[in-house]
């Protein structure tokens, strides 16, 4: 496969972490300004500084509960196929996160105002927690909301793979159910990757990673469907949520635990449960000395 695009998922998973914190830290800088505009052109009769003290509060907290809410949305995927059934999940989720959002911010501008010698004054908790919980239920799926966009521009940034179709006239040319080619897309652009040149795969919800030459494609599979498919005398499985390409495979490094290492060509390593590793081994051939 001829890829045109050099800088291409590798750069762009190596920059994904910096680029997520940058990305929350500007919308955060940016909502509080915004906010903190409006409060102060709400509010002339206060302080010059006690908007902002409220709207730079509510963001710290925020910003501090992001990483709860990525961990929700990973245990409970908020995807097309599976929101009906986790929407519950996320509505319970929201009423903590706004719990933890209001006390927080509500102590964070008690100390402020303590230390500029003032008392501050949230009011009566209930009805006031029943209006912060109102903007703090859009907050929460409006990170969702986001949390899968970025999702969707990443499988696009990283390709996506699928099975060669059988022609609607004449036989197939190759395969279909066992293919030599899968069709990837990245970029809007198709190419063909022959199956041999698939140096591992790796189980992601529901799909199937196939890595090709650094680069991750999704086939939207299951790991028991797509085992059907392939070659038994060139993949093996070594892992509940991993084949490797025994072409590629360089080295069997076992642990203590009974489990093994697995290190490829380019360098990169799979885990090998017990499960699999004797059957491995014997596929690779006896060793000198024994085990």
């Not at 505009?37 to 002339?44: F, G, K, Q, S, T």
């Not at 196929?81 to 719990?99: E, G, Q, Y």
Request: hydrophobic share 45%; charged share 25%; proline share 7%.
């Amino acid at each position: 496969m001829d890829d045109p695009s050099d800088f291409g998922y590798p750069h762009l998973h190596r920059w994904r972490r910096p680029f997520e914190v940058a990305f929350w830290l500007l919308l955060a800088v940016v909502n509080t300004v915004f906010n903190g505009i409006v409060a102060r052109m709400d509010n002339p009769h206060v302080a010059a500084w006690e908007p902002w003290v409220w709207e730079i509060s509510s963001s710290l907290l925020m910003l501090a509960l992001v990483p709860a809410v990525l961990a929700t949305e990973r245990h409970w995927p908020f995807r097309f196929d599976t929101w009906r059934r986790n929407l519950p999940f996320h509505l319970l989720a929201s009423v903590p996160f706004s719990a933890a959002h209001v006390l927080g911010m509500v102590a964070l501008r008690k100390w402020v105002y303590h230390v500029a010698g003032w008392h501050y004054d949230f009011g009566a908790w209930w009805p006031n927690f029943g209006y912060e919980y109102l903007k703090d239920i859009r907050s929460y799926f409006l990170i969702v909301v986001l949390i899968c966009l970025s999702r969707l521009w990443l499988l696009r940034q990283q390709g996506e793979a699928r099975l060669l179709a059988e022609p609607d006239e004449g036989p197939p040319v190759e395969p279909v159910e066992r293919p030599d080619r899968f069709l990837v897309r990245k970029l809007g652009k198709e190419f063909l990757v022959n199956a041999s040149e698939i140096e591992w795969l790796q189980a992601s919800g529901n799909y199937v990673n196939l890595h090709v030459r650094g680069r991750d494609y999704p086939l939207r599979s299951t790991m028991a469907g797509i085992e059907e498919r392939l070659d038994a005398t060139r993949f093996a499985r070594v892992h509940r949520g991993y084949f490797v390409n025994l072409d590629f495979l360089v080295e069997i490094e076992p642990l203590d635990t009974g489990d093994a290492r697995l290190r490829l060509r380019d360098g990169a390593t799979i885990p090998c449960s017990r499960r699999y590793r004797a059957a491995l081994r014997d596929r690779c051939g006896p060793r000198p000395g024994g085990d």
